[in-house]
């Protein structure tokens, strides 16, 4: 299994257009929130310490299981990210403006959208279409490059 530091090499190579890196800073978490919201909810029948429990709370269990497999640091950060997501959820749902699952439906075609304009003006494929582990590795990226920002070894 490739190395955290060859994986966020490797995806770098397709995201070298400044242009296509703001985009990727809008759209990759826009992705994983949607996704995560999608699952959140998926409502499962008992709770936890008086927390009800949803699918996305699992799932998010091995995503950062997964991060930890690639670094001793960057699933920190990670997780935080995945909390901020369930919490945004549980906003959303309680606010009542829109369901959650079509806010994540709008949010996810859109920032899908933006993620394709941001790979035509770099004029690469996304790496997802080479191995798609890449879709992991996007806000891995993303994170390192916060880590690195304030200091934090990846």
Known sequence: MPTLQ???SDYGKSHQN???KTIHWICVPTIFFSLVGFLYGIKLPFSIAGVPVNVAMIVLIFVV???FTLSKTL???MLIFGIGCLLICQLIEISGLLPLWLACIILFAAAWTGQ???HKVEGKKPSFLKDIQFLMIGPAWLMSFIYRKIGVPV
């Open 75 to 77: 699933w920190i950060g």
């Open 116 to 118: 394709f304009y941001g």
């Open 18 to 20: 400044e242009t296509n």
């Open 6 to 8: 060859q994986w966020l």
């Open 65 to 67: 299981a997964y991060y």
